[in-house]
């Protein structure tokens, strides 16, 4: 009678196990990726964005968990570190979202003085309107 209960236990083991890892190869990628981050190593980008969304995926096809009471212990602390690592990833990525904005806004604002005669703008003839 013990033997289906074991099978089931040993599935939930492998379960944890898959997430588990699945879980410490995502925080290897975001690692990754905070440090070029930081250090503006660009290059290898697109391949963090695939690493991060595979394991992702990992995760979420072998998690059928309903809730995290039911995670061992292990798990628990990995998703909790996890998350943090996620949190420090998005502020960095945000950081360099806001820089390319203000850079694409700077451009944009140069290539329409360059192209603006002057006509239409407010002062003219060193006159204010």
């Known amino acids: 009678m013990t033997a289906p209960y074991t099978t089931a236990a040993t599935a939930q083991s492998n379960v ?4 588990l890892q699945s879980v410490r190869e995502l925080s290897e990628v975001l690692n990754a990726e905070t440090t070029a981050l930081r250090e503006r190593n ?3 980008l697109d391949e963090f964005t695939r690493r991060k969304s595979q394991a992702l995926m990992q995760i979420l096809n072998t998690l059928d968990y309903k809730g995290t009471d039911a995670l061992p212990g292990e798990l628990r602390e990995a998703l ?3 998350r943090l690592r996620l949190t420090g990833n998005a502020q960095e990525l945000q950081l360099h979202v806001k820089a390319a904005k203000e850079i694409s806004d700077t451009l944009s604002r140069l290539t329409i003085d360059a192209e603006s005669d002057g006509t239409y703008s407010r ?3 060193g006159q204010d309107f």
Do not use: Y
């Open 42 to 44: 660009f290059g290898k």
């Open 123 to 125: 002062f003219s003839n």
């Open 16 to 19: 944890a196990s898959g997430v």
């Open 80 to 82: 909790t570190v996890l």
